[in-house]
């Protein structure tokens, strides 16, 4: 039945996916920063709207940087997707004496996707906040437009497939 091996195979799958979500992270924090900057050069200065940005994003980092073991779930006020962000080395996955350049793991709850890990709570914070850069569900959904967002999410219209 359950033998040392499935638990071998557990953790290369768990060392594969980090290794990966690393090449896949730094691809992410190139990405989140391509979108603000074009974000930042869409926008008409609203300095009311920035501000509040601002306050959005440093309320979210402080959030992870207080992340214990069973972390954090935000919900995107505008998809309803659900991404949990987690404190591995708070959750005792890492030893303390560990590589900390993948510590914090953020992942879309809502469509299972493949973890990605940051070593800065900053970065995974925003990673968390603009999960449509890196999960191909919230991507869909961030292009559905928004009314047609609201009528699914009510369930007066079946989401398109
Ligand atoms: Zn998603």
Redesign the pocket.
């Known amino acids: 039945m359950s033998s040392g091996t499935s638990v071998d195979v557990k953790h290369a799958r768990r060392r594969r996916l980090r290794a990966t979500a690393k090449v896949r992270a730094r691809r992410v924090e190139t990405a989140l920063d391509k979108v603000r900057v074009r974000a930042a050069q869409a926008l008409t200065p609203d300095p009311d709207g920035m501000l509040a940005r601002r306050v959005a994003v440093e309320d979210a980092e402080r959030e992870v940087r207080e992340l214990d073991a069973t972390g954090r779930v935000f919900t995107r006020r505008d998809t309803g ?1 659900r ?1 949990r962000t987690r404190d591995t080395l708070a959750a005792g996955e890492l030893a303390p004496d560990a590589d900390t350049s993948d510590r914090y793991e953020v992942e ?1 709850l ?2 299972h ?1 493949d973890p990605l890990f940051f070593g800065d709570a900053g970065a995974a914070a925003r990673a968390a906040k603009e ?2 850069v890196w ?4 991507r869909q ?1 961030a292009q559905v437009p928004h009314s047609v967002r609201a009528r699914v999410r009510k369930g007066l219209t079946p989401p398109a497939s």
Do not use: E, F, K, V
């Open positions: 997707a991404i879309c809502t469509h996707s999960s449509d999960c191909g569900g919230c959904l």
